[in-house]
């Protein structure tokens, strides 16, 4: 695991944005962490790293919202899931050849299946240490590795 800690929302904001920064299109984010961690906050910077000025906002109700910048994002929730396999319904291969960023909330949950259809990603946890305290950890996928040298 390399991990990372941020101190406010910001530091977790510049954080999303310096990966941003390093994404290519198509690249597949999963972000997991207890309600409050700050998934939303990491995926506002990485909106802002891509240029979208689109207040970004959880996406629960919706299960997934698209925003327009230097890539497209399209930032999914799975807080609701009943299945994995749900993912598809909801468009996740055609926004995979869409060739934006793809953020999903709560995606330990996709983690399985994404796995089993041969389907990359950067697997990042948020650990919630204290009031404004978090830890940013990403794992040691291939891509996750390089990506977070780069990072950290
Ligand atoms: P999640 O999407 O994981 O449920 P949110 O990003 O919606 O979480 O909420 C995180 C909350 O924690 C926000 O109210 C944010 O202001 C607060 N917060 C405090 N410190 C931090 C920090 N270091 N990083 C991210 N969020 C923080
Ligand atoms: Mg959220």
């Not at 240029?51 to 996406?59: L, M, Q, R, T």
Request: net charge negative.
């Amino acid at each position: 695991m390399n991990c990372v800690q941020t101190n406010s929302p910001e530091e977790t904001y510049e954080l999303g944005k310096s990966l941003a920064e390093k994404l290519k299109a198509g690249d597949v984010l999963l972000l997991s962490g207890d309600l409050g961690a700050g998934k939303t906050a990491f995926t506002k910077g990485v909106a802002w790293g891509l240029g979208i000025k689109d207040y970004v906002k959880s996406p629960t109700f919706t299960y997934v919202l698209e925003y327009n910048g230097k890539m497209p994002l399209f930032h999914f929730d799975l807080y609701r899931l009943q299945v994995a396999e749900e993912i598809y319904d909801l468009g996740f291969e055609d926004y995979l050849l869409t060739g934006g960023i793809i953020v999903l909330e709560w995606g330990e949950r996709a983690e399985d299946i994404l796995k089993q259809d041969g389907i990359e990603y950067i697997f990042i946890t948020i650990n919630k240490l204290g009031e404004n305290l978090r830890e940013v950890c990403f794992k040691c996928t291939e891509k996750g590795r390089t990506i977070a040298k780069e990072l950290l």
